[in-house]
């Protein structure tokens, strides 16, 4: 019976339904109580599966039973984070880590999410370089990185070739590191995934010095001794996180002037306001997979908030911002869009539809680190338990002063947000 339940459990995760490899763990736990391994993989299951309370029981059976090991404690601490307890979390991860050797690289690329949660930023960046070590990690350039890097030497390096990593929204959170750097006097040549070049290069223009922006693929792989590396390395080797920007009294670092606000009379008068509820649809990793579903409005919860715009007073013209096959979760609304992104845009015409609007709601993706990055005002709908960049409990971010953010107010509770945020917009409209 035992062996049947694993084999159950295996096949339940081999198509990703995380629930039911739970359930058959929690059997298999069960049968076997002195197993530290299958209340691990119980608990872990439960993790994936978006029941982080759930889990924290089970993974504290785990570690009760086998102190000694260390994946106990690295699931542990995953668990305490989703659960917005970073503190313990930290200390859970430490404990990993001593247990390991401090060989593993998972539990410090973790443990480093963690510390940024905690805005302890230079510890954090340092433990994330070790991201580098995981087997699952395809850098875009091959190593050894950062060759003759300049520690306060602007010129011992002619040119620094610096390269995105992971997703769009991480290279447009950092890449408010590239102004300093530029001001430092180096050439820059920036590779990233063509849909940002043209943003890039307009919105780092005023920036001045010797930047160069392309497509990845569209230039040949520097020398072995190049200076480069990836943008998501910059805050460790120039600190100052969370560095908005070279002028404090500027919070936008992505400026063009077609970005200023020049947002036209529309024909009722009405407040125009874009919409993003969907984040993005990366479904071949477990984990990935997990956030997309944590992150993304379910479509009872979007027509819930398309609904309540309607009935708002005075009724504001709605733009569709939602790219992708997630159009398609507003396929039940009959309401009526007043403008919608074009399905070919690229950052720099979203950018453009953006500055047209007075407010834009989104989730977290990356079209709210772009309301950010070029300082417009936006909305973010945020799990109770959202990614630790974002912090905890705050309606602000130190990260980007045009934002305000919404977290639900209970563990899955979109409605209530939405019913939050609906709220929110019909005292603003009336001011």
Same mark, same amino acid.
């Given at each position: ?9 295996? @096949?339940? !995760? ?6 039911? $490899? ?8 069960? =049968? ?36 000694? !090991?260390?994946? +106990? ?5 995953? #668990? ?18 001593? =247990? ?39 850098? &875009? ?31 447009? /959170?950092? %890449? ?12 820059? /040549?920036?590779? %990233? ?9 307009? @919105? ?14 569209? #230039? ?15 805050? &460790? ?5 969370? =560095? %908005? ?13 077609? &970005? ?8 009722? @008068?009405?407040?125009? #306001? ?32 398309? $609904? ?21 979760? $507003?396929?039940?609304?009959? @309401? ?19 500055? /047209? ?19 417009? +005002? ?27 953010? &919404? ?20 005292? =603003?409209?009336?001011?």
């Amino acid at each position: 019976m035992l062996q049947r339940l694993i084999i159950d459990a295996t @096949g339940a !995760e081999t198509g990703d339904d995380w629930s039911l $490899a739970a359930t058959c763990w929690l059997h298999a736990c069960a =049968l076997a109580p002195e197993d530290h391994r299958l209340a691990n993989n119980a608990a872990h299951a439960l993790w994936l599966a978006d029941q982080p309370a759930r889990a924290l029981d089970v993974v504290r059976r785990a570690v009760r039973l086998a102190p000694a !090991e260390p994946l +106990p404690w690295r699931n542990l601490a995953n #668990i305490l984070r989703d659960l917005n307890r970073f503190e313990e979390a930290e200390m859970a991860y430490g404990r990993t880590m001593a =247990l390991e050797g401090h060989r593993h690289p998972l539990s410090a690329w973790n443990r480093s999410q963690t510390l940024i949660g905690l805005e302890r930023y230079e510890q954090a960046y340092c433990l994330a370089e070790r991201r580098f070590e995981l087997s699952a990690m395809e850098a &875009w350039r091959r190593g050894p990185t950062w060759q003759g890097w300049p520690w306060g030497r602007p010129s011992a390096a002619t040119t620094v070739h610096v390269w995105s990593e992971q997703g769009l929204g991480d290279t447009l /959170q950092y %890449v408010r590191w590239l102004p300093p750097l530029l001001a430092r006097g180096h050439a820059v /040549q920036l590779e %990233v995934e063509s849909c940002l070049v043209n943003l890039l290069r307009r @919105g780092l223009a005023w920036a001045g010095g010797d930047l160069i922006v392309r497509a990845k693929g569209t #230039i040949p792989t520097p020398a072995e001794d190049c200076c480069h590396g990836s943008i998501m390395s910059l805050p &460790w080797l120039l600190g100052g996180a969370p =560095l %908005v920007g070279a002028d404090p009294a500027a919070p936008a670092y992505l400026r063009d002037p077609a &970005w200023q606000p020049r947002r036209p009379a529309s024909r009722s @008068g009405s407040a125009r #306001i874009g919409l993003v509820w969907a984040s993005g649809r990366k479904l071949d990793e477990p984990f990935m997979a997990r956030e997309y579903r944590r992150r993304t409005l379910p479509a009872a919860s979007l027509e819930r908030l398309l $609904a309540g715009l309607e009935r708002l007073d005075p009724r504001p013209e709605l733009i569709n911002l939602q790219l992708g096959d997630d159009r398609l979760l $507003a396929s039940g609304w009959n @309401g009526h869009w007043a403008g919608e992104l074009n399905e070919t845009a690229d950052f720099a015409a979203t950018a453009n539809l953006i500055s /047209q609007l007075d407010l834009v709601i989104s989730v977290d993706t990356a079209s709210a680190h772009l309301l950010g990055a070029i300082g417009a +005002p936006g909305w973010i709908l945020l799990p109770w338990s959202s990614d630790p960049r974002w912090l905890r409990q705050r309606h602000d971010s130190p990260w980007y002063p045009s934002l305000r953010l &919404w977290r639900q107010p209970r563990h899955q509770d979109w409605d209530g947000l939405v019913d939050q945020v609906l709220t929110g917009l019909a005292i =603003l409209l009336r001011r």
